[in-house]
């Protein structure tokens, strides 16, 4: 069941568009604020207040990768895995936050704390390696300042 | 009509196709996956490339899609230069990266589109030698088996499921490489047409469930055409069978009537064939000593026909030559129709309606060119399914136009289309008690108790034509909404008036006669269809006959003592006590049918009957189409047509009605001597001597196995085929191999086109007619000078009578029709028969808690059927579910009585 | 040297009344007073601008299309999408200067009588999306936005919509499906967006920095715009470079400097210990230039000329000590990730073409490998896809195979990637 807030929030988004279906995303946004992420009552809900089934819902969810349809954790480390990050060697912190969190891309630690997924180019090149941890973003990253960073995060 | 140049060839092609479907109508062979004739392009598969080139001096030219290019006068296209032959190859070779090559066990093979795509490309080496990415399958219901690795992304199958058919539970999940076809969690398709998808899938993803059960490959099944019984809509269909069983029903195309498509009551309804309740042998009942021998039971049959006082009872699903044949056998004064009373009202009053009128009934092909819609208390979507699909077709219609002017582009273009179009429907109306399937793309919709809705529909027909008398009372909010509705029809160029029996009020039907008259008084063109309740309710009222009422009173009198019954179960004509009182009048019963049911049980001879598969005969569907289904296989057993029962016991009786007619042929002959009006009906098809090439045309593909062994196991030595002596067809592999006449074509196939995309090559124009003409005669035309007799009187008021609900039929796709339940699949989709809706506000005033059984009473024959609440239903209105077995309430609507409510 | 798109740019950004106070808005009351909207579109065919979005289209001829005269809502969508790998120019305007970008585009929707507007932002501009939303907040309040604008009978309401991900969005059509609310999977065009777009209707999308030059041509004319170039193509440009550069960043210079200028001068040159190889000059899904370029002007025509695109202008510096194959790899890698899967030779191709990438980097190559790359960036050319992406993709690529095919065959001759030691 959607929460008053996000019936409301979702409520909004419609008035802006010329059909319901027109405000999927928007709400499938709302319901992963509220949430961390989409599941499958998560897009029958989206179904419910936009009249489309939860096929058609669900279509648009899965095509979107920052639509999250499996749990996540309460952080989410977004990698920059594209050209200038791969030149200036994004490898090399890959390899870090897999020892200090013992986990590889798409899997979240053991304590809810993190879920780490590789990210195509964040736009911030000339300033790679990047990568986002939720909405802050790091850039000219070295390897050694990693444990500190996700140190801010419980 | 333009001209082209193919590989420096000039043609002249039609200006609104696109160059794949020019090509493809000359014949050339050109793949393709993602185009299909009814859903227009999309681009995605990228398989049709050709070049293009800017003018004679252009060597170089351009890759382009040939789907997605219109035909322009002077377009110079070349199909075989090799950059574009040899990016046709790469793409197939893009395509079975990560197919399986399973095609030995895959249910598609030998009948797949992407195996012929394969060799016509000359793809045949494998480059990639990487790991496949794999799916996981879903099951989907009792319909559809689902192999999703085997996908080649074309999205065929969600641009038919929900952009065509508006079906909602299958999608595209996922992005990139990753995309998968299916529903969000496993579960039966929704949607009445999901059986396409096994023919519009061109590989093996979706194949058809109820095949594998007894799986048969194409080229190893016998075929013919056949139209399918499912309805009054009269589908062409090609049934394929092997070891005596119905193996498959596939679409069999025609141009007019269902066009690529089948519903999935039409596709999946014919397991009642191979049914282990088949009546096989003939018998005499009470249980006859000995061998029932067939000469011994006719000349039975004959003796109780010669000395008893005979009467026949037809039916609305056996053919016209069978019901002929039993009326002459009886005397034309002695047949009766084996319809419902209500059944029979309704069809001889929509026969009436369209051949006295003066508006056309049309095609479903012409219904989808309808700008405007107007349904009267019909649910079509079960009552006629693919008229729902038609009329899906046909709301598109009348936005897309202004649409493809707007922004230039052409119907074939259908991303744009759509994407112009948004949600724009063209207007459409429904009167309607109940919800309907359609409503979703209704303009406006109005509820209420059909007497108050025909009341409406008057209304129309008064402000379109003062003569029709006024109706009064009316709210504002109705005044408005027939404002409105008159307003949409005079706008319309080809507005589409639907009504039918499904109802049980005749009363839709006459205003909707009123409406399309009026409206044909003004010079429009309108179109009225009106559904009727089985695959030849209409054939039969133009055969003519008494009503079944009469029958039981001619018993009551004594007048007759027996009774010969053709294909029917009177159960499911008339309510239980009244077909019981019906039987315990007659001494004889005699019964040719195939199925033992109830009325079976009540039969003192049984004679088995050919059903539409092991049988030749002609049905007339609600369009007055008249259409031939031809044997599929000779039966095991004493099966066979009803017709030749009935010439053979005239034979053994010595009656002259029927004197020397041995076949198809003959007695199609005399049927249409004795009644003009159904003249045309001998010019079906080519008649039992016709042979192309001297030869006849065969029902087994040449590819046809295991001939010589497959009956080994009874008798090594082959079996001489059987004769045919009915048809132009033959039983065997051998005969004429090329292109037969449109009604003999019994399966679509052509070198190097195994799959249903043959089809291409039998039309005049992609989409268009067969060569030759479709199929079918149509027996009635609108009468130019006819005179119009508006029907005058609109219903009262609708008032609930204290003490009393009315009982009003709901009809389904699943569950209504008779032999279709015979398929497990669809029985299992069917609704609970012992359900009764009532207004909650009913059940509430009446004390009954909902789900608690609720005793009634219809005159005077007592009921108990449970209680369930129904929002929709007005006060004073209930309804159950038609034609579910075993029902013993057949006759409807009718008022009936509350007792009480018992708690169970 | 004038930078009129970056002259302004601060951090935090100009607000509203700053922005005026520096002249901003003067184009807004410039266009709705004094002209008519089809001078604008005029005005931009003369400047001969060209969109900044990767395809270099004349803007002025892109409005021409637009149906003037035909009934129900128009649109215009500002793309910031900006996802294509090495571009990074976008988030500089969009961040530092919001109040420009809503400048162009009151302007813009002027030009094509549109009513409505859309920021598409990507996701991962966090910052840029609280400046965006806040600026137009602003706008609003001061009348720029919203009914009468300006007191002219000219009205505009404008929205910001965030993505949820996939570089496909950046690409025109799909981004309006997006919009829509659906799968971002590209239409085909005809018809072009310019007849029906979103929902259907009329719609221009722009780049933003197309977008931002707006008013500064509005203000001061055609002649100005040509005279910041040095070339044909007019204007000033967003360069970037990054890789093992001294100074890896983004300037405005007049169109057409070298890439030496950039390479050298702006961004410092090489950092030490690293060679100069080659180039992708502008984005991902462009040919690689090397050394014999240097010379070249960065325009549209004089990158075309030395076989490539100015793309963004955003280049991407490949150096000596990083695997070529390894390099190529990794673009291929993004491709296959971000392709929608609607045709067959992008959804299938690319993964295969980054398998057979991955297998020559891992020492696992053949020799018939490289004939099969070669194919696939022929069979995914422009034309033989559904949109750009594949044909994109194949630039780097092809490209590759051509200047830095020693390396491909070491790795197949020696089993291994010679780049790691
Ligand atoms: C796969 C793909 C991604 C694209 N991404 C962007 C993008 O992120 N930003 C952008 O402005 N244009 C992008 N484009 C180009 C747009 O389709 C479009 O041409 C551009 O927004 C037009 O703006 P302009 O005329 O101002 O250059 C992309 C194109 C493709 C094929
Ligand atoms: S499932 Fe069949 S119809 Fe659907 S995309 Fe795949 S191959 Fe095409
Ligand atoms: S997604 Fe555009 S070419 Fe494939």
Redesign the pocket.
């Known amino acids: 069941m959607l929460t008053t807030s996000e019936k409301e929030q979702i409520e909004k988004e419609i008035r802006q568009v010329p059909v319901k279906k027109a405000a999927c995303i928007e709400a499938l946004k709302i319901v992963q604020d509220h949430r961390r992420w989409v599941s499958d009552e998560g897009i029958q809900d989206v179904a419910d207040i936009l009249e489309m089934s939860t096929e058609e819902v669900d279509s648009i969810a899965t095509f979107y990768n920052l639509i999250f349809r499996q749990p996540v954790g309460r952080h989410i480390i977004l990698l920059c895995d594209s050209i200038s990050c791969y030149v200036m060697g994004y490898k090399e912190l890959h390899q870090q936050i897999v020892q200090l969190l013992g986990i590889q891309y798409g899997q979240t630690t053991l304590d809810g704390r993190f879920t780490l997924l590789p990210n195509p180019c964040l736009g911030t090149c000339d300033h790679a390696p990047a990568l986002m941890v939720d909405h802050d973003l790091y850039r000219d990253l070295r390897k050694e300042e990693l444990e500190n960073i996700l140190a801010k995060y419980t | 009509m333009a001209t082209i140049y193919i590989d420096n060839k000039p043609f002249d092609v039609k200006n609104s196709k696109n160059l794949l479907e020019a090509c493809l109508q000359l014949g050339l062979d050109l793949p393709y996956f993602c185009w299909h004739p009814a859903m227009g392009s999309v681009g995605a598969c990228r398989q049709c490339a050709i070049k293009t080139y800017k003018d004679e001096d252009d060597k170089k030219g351009r890759i382009v899609m040939s789907c997605m290019e219109p035909v322009k006068e002077n377009v110079r296209i070349s199909v075989n230069d090799i950059e574009s032959t040899e990016f046709r190859n790469q793409i197939i070779g893009l395509l079975m990266t990560n197919h399986p090559h399973d095609c030995a066990v895959c249910d598609e093979g030998g009948a797949c589109h992407l195996q012929d795509m394969t060799v016509m490309t000359g793809h045949s080496y494998r480059d990639y030698r990487f790991t496949k990415r794999t799916h996981r399958n879903q099951d989907l219901g009792p319909f559809l088996n689902h192999e999703m690795n085997r996908c080649i992304q074309c999205y065929r199958c969600v641009r038919f499921y929900k952009d065509y058919a508006g079906g909602k539970d299958l999608n595209v999940f996922a992005a990139n490489n990753k995309v998968f076809f299916g529903r969000q969690k496993d579960g039966k398709l929704e949607s009445e047409f999901s059986g396409n998808l096994a023919e519009v899938c061109p590989t093996g993803v979706f194949t058809d469930k109820t095949l594998l059960s007894h799986y048969t490959r194409k080229w190893d099944m016998t075929y013919a055409p056949s139209i399918c019984q499912g309805c009054s809509i009269g589908c062409n269909i090609s049934a394929g069978e092997r070891y005596g069983s119905i193996r498959q029903i596939t679409n069999r195309y025609n141009g007019e009537v269902n066009g690529y498509f089948l519903c999935d009551r039409g596709r999946y309804g014919y397991e009642f064939v191979n049914s282990s309740q088949r009546i096989q042998h003939p018998a005499l009942r009470p249980h006859h000593n000995g061998t029932p021998d067939k000469d011994h039971i006719i000349n039975h049959v004959a003796n109780k026909l010669r000395s008893g006082k005979a009467i026949g009872i037809g039916s609305p699903r056996a053919s016209l030559e069978s019901n002929f044949a039993l009326r002459q056998l009886v005397g034309e004064k002695h047949f009766y129709l084996g319809m419902s009373d209500i059944d029979h009202d309704h069809t001889a009053l929509a026969l009436k309606i369209l051949r006295d009128g003066p508006v056309r009934t049309p095609s479903l092909h012409e219904m989808e060119k309808a700008d405007m819609v107007l349904i009267l208390g019909e649910d079509v979507t079960n009552t006629a399914p693919m008229m729902a699909l038609a009329v899906r077709q046909a709301v598109r219609q009348e936005p897309m136009h202004d649409a493809m002017n707007e922004v230039h582009i052409a119907a074939w273009q259908d991303a744009a289309v759509r994407e112009a179009v948004q949600e724009k429907k063209g207007p459409f109306f429904i009167l309607n008690t109940f919800p309907t399937p359609l409503d979703e793309l209704a303009t406006q919709i109005q509820r209420g108790a059909p007497d108050n809705l025909a009341r409406l529909a008057f209304a129309i027909s008064h402000q379109l034509d003062a003569s029709i008398p006024a109706v009064t009372g009316l709210s504002d909010a109705e005044t408005t909404l027939v404002a409105t509705i008159v307003e949409a029809l005079l706008a319309a160029e080809h507005p589409l008036i639907i009504s039918g029996f499904g109802s049980g009020y005749d009363s839709f039907m006459k205003a909707a006669a009123n409406i399309s008259w009026a409206l044909h008084k003004q010079g429009k063109q309108p179109m009225l269809s009106l559904t009727v309740p089985e695959c030849n309710s209409l054939g039969l009222e133009m055969l003519g006959g008494h009503r079944l009422d009469s029958a039981l009173d001619v018993l009551r009198h004594g007048d007759a003592d027996t009774i010969v019954i053709l294909e029917n179960d009177l159960y499911r004509r008339a309510d239980k006590h009244v077909i019981d009182e019906l039987f315990s009048h007659a001494k004889e019963v005699i019964l040719i049918d195939h199925l033992y049911n109830q009325t079976a049980e009540r039969a003192t001879v049984i004679l088995p009957a050919g059903t539409f598969a092991e049988a030749d005969g002609t049905i007339v569907n609600n369009e007055g189409r008249a259409q031939r289904y031809f044997q599929v296989f000779v039966p095991k057993g004493e099966i066979q047509e009803s017709w030749r029962w009935c010439l053979q016991i005239a034979q053994a009786a010595g009656i002259h009605r029927l004197n020397g007619l041995m076949s198809l042929d003959d007695i199609t002959w005399a049927m249409c001597t004795a009644i003009p009006s159904l003249e045309l009906v001998q010019q079906l098809a080519p008649h039992a001597e016709f042979r192309m090439a001297g030869q006849k045309i065969p029902r087994e593909p040449h590819r046809y196995s295991g001939r010589t062994a497959m009956t080994a196991n009874e008798n090594v030595s082959e079996p001489k085929p059987p004769d045919d002596i009915d048809t132009p067809l033959s039983f065997t592999m051998e005969g004429f191999r090329g292109e037969a006449p449109a009604p003999l074509i019994p399966f679509f196939w052509s070198p190097g086109w195994n799959s249903v995309q043959a089809i291409n090559k039998f039309q005049t124009e992609i989409g268009g007619a067969l060569h030759g003409g479709d199929p079918g005669k149509r027996l009635l035309e609108p009468r130019k000078d006819a005179v119009i007799h508006f029907f005058t009187e609109a219903p009262e008021p609708y008032m609930p009578i204290p003490g009393h609900v009315h009982l009003m039929p709901i009809y389904q796709i699943f569950g209504s029709e008779e032999l279709s339940m015979y398929t497990r699949g669809i029985a299992k989709s069917a609704a609970e028969f012992f359900c009764i809706y009532m207004n909650p506000e009913d059940l509430h005033e009446w004390n009954i808690e909902p789900g608690a059984w609720f005793n009634f009473e219809i005159d005077g024959h007592s009921y108990v059927m449970n209680a369930t609440p129904n929002n929709w239903l007005p006060r004073g209105i209930a309804a159950i579910n038609a034609g579910l077995p075993k029902a013993e309430i057949v006759d409807l609507p009718q008022c009936i009585r509350f007792i009480h409510s018992s708690t169970v | 040297m004038e930078r009129p798109l970056t002259q302004h740019i601060t951090f935090p950004p100009l607000d509203l009344r700053a922005y005026e106070a520096v002249g901003g808005y003067q184009s807004v009351r410039k266009a709705l007073k004094d002209m008519a909207p089809g001078d604008i579109t005029a005005l931009l065919k003369e400047s001969n601008m060209?969109?900044?979005?990767?395809?270099?289209?004349s803007?002025g001829m892109?409005w021409s299309f637009v149906p003037m005269n035909v009934s129900g809502p128009k649109y215009l969508v500002a793309?910031?999408?900006?996802?294509?790998p090495g571009?990074f120019k976008?988030r500089w305007l969009l961040e530092g200067n919001p109040h420009q970008l809503i400048e162009g585009m009151i302007v813009s929707a002027y030009a094509i009588q549109a009513t409505e507007s859309f920021v598409f932002l990507?996701w991962a501009y966090k910052v840029a999306a609280v400046e965006i939303h806040k600026a137009i907040k602003e706008a609003y309040a001061a009348g720029y936005l919203g009914k009468n604008i300006l007191g002219t009978d000219f009205s505009l309401d404008m929205h910001l919509h965030t993505g949820v991900g996939r570089?496909?969005?950046?690409?025109?059509?799909?981004?309006l499906n997006s919009l829509e609310g659906k799968r971002a999977t590209?239409r085909a065009k005809p018809p072009f967006p310019q007849v029906s777009g979103l929902f259907g209707k009329p719609t221009i999308?722009?780049?933003?920095?197309?977008?931002c030059y707006i008013p500064h041509i509005i203000n001061n004319g055609a002649a100005w715009f040509q005279s910041l170039s040095h070339t044909n193509d007019g204007g000033t440009k967003i360069y970037g470079v990054s890789g093992r550069v001294k100074k890896p960043g983004a300037w405005e210079l007049p169109m057409g400097v070298t890439m030496r200028e950039l390479i050298e001068e702006h961004a410092g040159g090489m950092q030490d210990g690293y060679k100069f190889r080659g180039v992708l000059p502008g984005g991902a899904?462009t040919d690689f230039l090397v050394e014999e370029h240097m010379d070249i002007k960065m325009d549209f025509a004089g990158v075309a000329a030395a076989g490539s695109r100015l793309g963004?202008g955003t280049m991407v510096v490949l150096d000596d000590r990083t695997c070529p194959v390894g390099f190529v790899h990794n673009l291929e890698h993004f491709f296959a990730q971000?392709s929608c899967g609607f045709c067959t030779p992008c959804r299938e191709g690319l993964p295969w073409t980054e398998k057979l990438l991955l297998a020559i980097e891992q020492g696992e190559g053949r020799e018939e490998d490289l004939a099969m790359l070669a194919s696939h960036a022929k069979m995914m050319g422009p034309g033989n896809t559904f949109?750009?992406?594949a044909?994109?993709a194949m630039e780097p690529l092809q490209s590759a195979l051509k200047y830095f095919r020693d390396d491909f065959e070491q790795h197949i001759r020696e089993k291994r990637c010679p780049y790691h030691a």
């Open positions: 060209k969109g900044r979005g990767g395809a270099g289209f803007t892109k793309n910031a999408d900006e996802m294509e571009t976008d990507r570089y496909m969005c950046g690409e025109e059509t799909a981004l590209p999308v722009n780049n933003v920095e197309t977008l899904s963004t971000e949109c750009a992406l044909p994109g």
